[in-house]
């Protein structure tokens, strides 16, 4: 069983969850290597390929999030701070009362381009919600 690693505050310590997530992830690509070879030396047909990579740029977006712990937690927190306030305007607005936008479109990008019908990622969270 792994024992967690704690600080004097009690709190699991960020750098020893960043290096046991990229000992599973390393333990589980180990896994599946072993599992091929098992395969290919049965003579089985090859169960999976990676044949565009995706498993290494997998890897490499996991090593790249799990470098800066306490970024990843930051913005992990603002996903679910923003996910609030949008339930909570959502509400707002369904009991009647007006409420400031939550997200609004980018500056110089098209407003009648959600008019047609057309949709657009070009969105910034207003922060007067918060």
Do not use: C
Not at 37 to 48: T, V
Not at 119 to 126: A, D, N
Request: proline letters at 5%.
């Amino acid at each position: 069983m792994i024992e967690k690693q704690q600080t004097a505050t009690g709190a699991n310590d960020p750098s020893e969850l960043a290096r046991l997530y990229a000992d599973i992830a390393r333990k589980g690509a180990d896994l599946v290597t072993q599992y091929l070879e098992h395969n290919q030396k049965k003579g089985a047909a090859p169960g999976l390929t990676d044949e565009l990579g995706i498993t290494q740029a997998f890897f490499q977006a996991w090593a790249k999030l799990l470098a800066d712990p306490f970024k990843l937690a930051e913005a992990q927190a603002q996903l679910w701070q923003n996910y609030v306030s949008l339930w909570q305007h959502s509400m707002l607005k369904l009991m009647g009362q007006h409420t400031a936008p939550v997200a609004a479109p980018l500056p110089g990008t098209a407003a009648s381009s959600t008019r047609t019908g057309s949709r657009t990622s070009s969105l910034t969270t207003s922060s007067s919600h918060t």
